[in-house]
C-alpha cells in the first residue's frame, strides 16, 4: 500500500467537471443529506411526470428500495428523444467490426428510428410491458438497439453472454420465463465464428422440456452462415423492422418498473437474476458516467466490455447515452489481428476515454511495447479499469506506456448488484495511488466490519466491505426471489449491504480492495462461482466429489483450480482431464475452462463433512508450509495426498 502518490495535472484539474473542493463539499451533501442531494441530482433525466418523493429505503426487514417513487420516465427517451433537438446529427455509436475494416457509425438520429422499428416490430410479434426479452447477441449495433427497442416499450431485458452454453442459456430463460429471443445467426471474435443462433436453437429445446416455450427467435444476419431455420418460430431482424415505422411512443414507466435483469453468479447455487429498475439506476449510471470518465462533449468515449456485462449496460449503452455522449462499441477482442489492436482503434476514431480490464492489460503488457509504441495514441486523455483489483505493475504500464504519463487512470470499484461505480478516483480531484479505487463516490458510505460483525471506524483499518445506505443505481430483488436477496446481501451484517469483497483503508482514507472473501471467484474479470464449476464438475459420470478454488493467475488474475474425486474404476490420466474440461465448457461455457484438475482420493473435510476450501486455496497457491491447523479434519493424512499431487509446484 505504499508507493508512489499521482498528484492531479494542473491542466487536467482546469479542465475538469470535479475538483477536489466540489468533490468534498458535495460528498459531504450528500451524506448529510441524502434526500436532498438526489433531489437535485434526480433532474439530471427527464421526467414526464416529476417526483415529489425522493428516497424511501430499508435495508432491514424485508429490505425495500424506493427511489423516486412516484416519478415517471423512460429509458429509450432519455437516451435518445431527448437529444435530437441539439444532437441529431451527432454520433451516437461508433460500431468497430471484429474484421478493422468493418465500422460504423450511427448518428442519435438512426439510433432514434432503428430503436422505433424494432420496439414496433416487437410489439407486433406480441411482446408487451413487463416480458422478459432473452438477447444472446454479439457487440453490434442491434445489441444496442434491442435493449433500447426494450426500454422503450417497457419490457424487460435479460442479456445472456454470448461466451455461455446453450445450458447456461437455456438456465437463463427458464429462470426468467422468457419467452422470445433475439439473437444472430453467428458471432465474430478475433476471427473466429461463434455459433450463436445453433446454441439458441439447443437451449430452447432444453427450456421446453422444462416448461417455458419460446415463441419468437429474432436473428440478426452477421455473417450470413448456414443455420438451421424453424419457420413457425424464427423471424429475421431485418424483414421484421423493414415493415415497421421508425416512430414509437416510448411507454411511461414508473420509476421502479423494471429496467433489465442480469444473471451474475454467487457463492451458493444458481447464478440469480439481479434486477435493476428505471429512474434510479438511470440517473446513476449517467451521473457516474459523467463525473468519473469526465465526459464532456466532443469525447469520444469507448469501453471495451461486453453488453453481456454490466459494464457494457451501464457504461457502453445507458450512461453514455443518456448524456448525449458518443460510444465506441467493438465486436472484437485485444489481440486480433495483433496485439496492436486497441491502440489502432483509438488512432482511428481518435478515442478520448478509455475504459477496459486489468486483465486485458497483464495480457497486452505481456506482448511487449512495440505493439503500443507503434501506435500514436496522442487523442488519449483519460484511461480506466474494471473487473478486478488492478497490480501496481499493471497499473504503472498502463500509466507510462499506454498513457505516456499524460492520463490519469480511474480505478473504478463496484458490482452487478450496484449498477454503477461507487468507489473511484474523479480525474480532476483525486491524487492517484497505484491499486488502489480510492475514494466513495457521492452518496455512497462504505464501512468495513470484522467477521464478527464490528465496524472499524478508525482511519486506517481493514475488513468486510459494507455499504451503510442505498444509492440510486442499487439492486432492487433477485428476480423471482426476494428472500435470496435478503439473504445473499443483508443477513451476514445486520442493515447493511454486504459486498462480499474485503477491503483496507489507509491513512488518506482510500480503499484498497483486496478480492473476494466469499467462494466466488473473478476468472479474466469474469465472475464465477466455485459451487457452479462443482456442480457441473460432479454431473458427469466419473466425478463423485469436486472442490473449486481460485489461485492466483498472472494474466487472468485468478486461476480455477478443481479438486475432484473420481467413482470407482476410472484412470485420474490426463485423458479425462481433457474430458473434464470439455464438460465444464459444455455444462457453463468456455469462460469456466478449468486451468489445473487435481485428482484427489479424498478431499479436507471436518468431522461435520465441511470441505475446509482454506487448506484446498493454499495448496493450490503452492503454499503449503502454512496450512494453518488441520487437527480438527476428519482424516488429516489426506492433505499430505494433496501436497503431493498439487498442479502448481514451483
Ligand atoms: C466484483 C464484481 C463492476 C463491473 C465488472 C465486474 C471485483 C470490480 C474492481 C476494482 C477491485 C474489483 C470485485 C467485485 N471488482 N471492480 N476496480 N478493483 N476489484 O462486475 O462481475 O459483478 O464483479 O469484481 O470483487 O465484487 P461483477
Not at 141 to 150: F, K, R, V
Not at 235 to 245: F, M, P, R, T
Not at 428 to 437: F, I, R, V
Amino acid at each position: 500500500m505504499s508507493g508512489e502518490v499521482y498528484p492531479v495535472p494542473a491542466a487536467v484539474k482546469k479542465k475538469a467537471l470535479i475538483d477536489d473542493a466540489t468533490y468534498k463539499t458535495w460528498y459531504q451533501q450528500s451524506v448529510d443529506d441524502p434526500e436532498g442531494f438526489w433531489s437535485k441530482h434526480g433532474q439530471r433525466i427527464d421526467w414526464f411526470k416529476p417526483y415529489t418523493k425522493v428516497k424511501n429505503t430499508s435495508f432491514t426487514g424485508k429490505v425495500a428500495i424506493k427511489w423516486f417513487e412516484d416519478g415517471v420516465t423512460n429509458v429509450s427517451y432519455n437516451c435518445i428523444d431527448r437529444h435530437l433537438e441539439k444532437r441529431g446529427d451527432q454520433v451516437a455509436i461508433i460500431w468497430e467490426g471484429d474484421n478493422p475494416y468493418d465500422d460504423k457509425k450511427i448518428t442519435y438520429r438512426e439510433l432514434h428510428d432503428e430503436v422505433c422499428r424494432l420496439a414496433n416490430a416487437m410489439k407486433a410479434r406480441g411482446v408487451k410491458k413487463g416480458d422478459r426479452v432473452t438477447l444472446y447477441l454479439p457487440m453490434i449495433p442491434e445489441a444496442a438497439y434491442a435493449m433500447l427497442a426494450c426500454a422503450r416499450i417497457g419490457a424487460v431485458h435479460s442479456i445472456v453472454f454470448g461466451g455461455f452454453s446453450p445450458d447456461a442459456l437455456a438456465d437463463r430463460i427458464v429462470g426468467c420465463e422468457s419467452s422470445f429471443v433475439i439473437t444472430a445467426d453467428e458471432g465474430l471474435r478475433g476471427g473466429k465464428k461463434v455459433p450463436l443462433k445453433h446454441n439458441v436453437d439447443l437451449a430452447v429445446e432444453v427450456a421446453e422440456r422444462e416448461g417455458v416455450e419460446v415463441d419468437t427467435v429474432m436473428v440478426v444476419r452477421r455473417t450470413a452462415g448456414k443455420i438451421e431455420w424453424f419457420s413457425d418460430r424464427d423471424v429475421w431482424y431485418h424483414e421484421a423492422v423493414s415493415e415497421q415505422k421508425p416512430e414509437c411512443k416510448p411507454a411511461r414507466m414508473k420509476a421502479e418498473d423494471p429496467l433489465f435483469i442480469l444473471y451474475t453468479s454467487g457463492s451458493t447455487g444458481k447464478p440469480k437474476g439481479v434486477l435493476h429498475t428505471t429512474g434510479g439506476y438511470l440517473v446513476y449510471a449517467s451521473m457516474t458516467h459523467q463525473y468519473v470518465f469526465d465526459c464532456q462533449d466532443g469525447d469520444i468515449y469507448w469501453c471495451t466490455a461486453d453488453v453481456g456485462w454490466v459494464t457494457g449496460h451501464s457504461y457502453i449503452v445507458y450512461g453514455p447515452l443518456c448524456n448525449g455522449a458518443t460510444t465506441l462499441m467493438f465486436e472484437g477482442v485485444p489481440s486480433y489481428p495483433d496485439a496492436s489492436r486497441f491502440w489502432d482503434v483509438v488512432d482511428k476514431h481518435k478515442v478520448t476515454i478509455f475504459y477496459t480490464a486489468p486483465t486485458a492489460i497483464r495480457a497486452l503488457m505481456g506482448a511487449g511495447v512495440s505493439f503500443v509504441n507503434r501506435t500514436s495514441r496522442k487523442t488519449l486523455r483519460l484511461l480506466g479499469s474494471v473487473g478486478e483489483p488492478i497490480n501496481p505493475e499493471a497499473w504503472e504500464w498502463y500509466y507510462n506506456v499506454v498513457g505516456e504519463k499524460k492520463c490519469p487512470i480511474v480505478d473504478t470499484w463496484w458490482q452487478t448488484e450496484t449498477g454503477g461505480i461507487m468507489i473511484t478516483p474523479l480525474p480532476g480531484a483525486t491524487k492517484l495511488k497505484p491499486g488502489s479505487a480510492t475514494r466513495p463516490f457521492f452518496g455512497i458510505q462504505p464501512q468495513l466490519v470484522d467477521n464478527e460483525g464490528q465496524v472499524h471506524s478508525e482511519t486506517v483499518a481493514e475488513g468486510n466491505l459494507c455499504i451503510v445506505d442505498s444509492w440510486p443505481g442499487q439492486m432492487r430483488t433477485v428476480y423471482g426471489d426476494h428472500e435470496r436477496f435478503i439473504q445473499t446481501y443483508f443477513s451476514t451484517y445486520k442493515g447493511k449491504y454486504f459486498t462480499g469483497d474485503g477491503c483496507k483503508r489507509d491513512a488518506d482514507g482510500y480503499y484498497w480492495i483486496t478480492g473476494r472473501v466469499d467462494d466466488v471467484i473473478n476468472v479474466s474479470g469474469h465472475r464465477m462461482g466455485t459451487a457452479e464449476v462443482e456442480s457441473a464438475l460432479v454431473s458427469h459420470d466419473s466425478v463423485s466429489e469436486a472442490a473449486v478454488v481460485g489461485y492466483p493467475h498472472e494474466v487472468k488474475g485468478q486461476g480455477i483450480y478443481c479438486y475432484v474425486t473420481l467413482m470407482g474404476g476410472y484412470d485420474g490420466d490426463d485423458g479425462l482431464r481433457k474430458a473434464l474440461v470439455q464438460h465444464v465448457r459444455q455444462e457453463i461455457g468456455p469462460i469456466a475452462s478449468p486451468d489445473k484438475i487435481q485428482f484427489a482420493p479424498g478431499l479436507p473435510k471436518t468431522r461435520s463433512g465441511k470441505i475446509m476450501r482454506r487448506i484446498l486455496r493454499k495448496i493450490a497457491e503452492d503454499d503449503f508450509g502454512s496450512l494453518g491447523d488441520t487437527s480438527t479434519l476428519a482424516d488429516p493424512s489426506v492433505v499430505d495426498d494433496l501436497i503431493e499431487n498439487r498442479q502448481n509446484k514451483t
